[in-house]
């Protein structure tokens, strides 16, 4: 019998005072995605965006001190302003990465947004808490914006 590792999901949700419209904007313009995109102290030098259904994406991402290194995937689901869905794949994957799906969805409630991420499955806990710490910083860059 052959052992599955167990898959592990990360499920997040930030409120932001700015319309549904405006944050579709910040999850998929290029210069807007590198005003807020990836942990603290990280810098998105580039991001190219084929923004269509089966189209590309690739960023590379600055780490404060090392070498950059690029994340790339594939747009699943494209709903704007509500809802985007993709793959995400670290091009120099360690062992443990697998590529996983990010979903995020939208919801407008007269002062805001609310904005909800799911994104797995994570073969390991470390590459789920990597994931989270950097989504949570992310999050909190887009939220003072």
């Not at 930030?14 to 904007?25: H, Q, S, T, V």
């Not at 990465?97 to 806990?125: C, H, I, M």
Request: charge should be negative; glycine fraction near 8%.
């Amino acid at each position: 019998m052959n052992e599955q590792p167990a898959s592990h999901a990360l499920n997040l949700e930030c409120r932001l005072a700015a319309p549904p419209e405006k944050i579709f904007r910040m999850l998929t313009d290029a210069t807007e995605l590198a005003k807020w995109w990836g942990p603290e102290g990280f810098t998105l030098p580039s991001a190219d965006l084929n923004l269509v259904a089966g189209g590309r994406y690739r960023f590379r991402m600055a780490p404060p001190d090392g070498e950059p290194f690029n994340l790339s995937g594939e747009f699943l689901e494209i709903d704007p302003p509500w809802h985007l869905v993709y793959t995400f794949n670290w091009e120099e994957p360690t062992p443990d990465d697998r590529e996983t799906v990010v979903d995020l969805a939208l919801a407008g409630d007269g002062t805001g947004t609310k904005l909800v991420l799911s994104q797995g499955p994570f073969v390991t806990e470390e590459r789920l808490a990597l994931h989270r710490d950097g989504w949570t910083e992310s999050f909190a860059k887009l939220q003072r914006l």
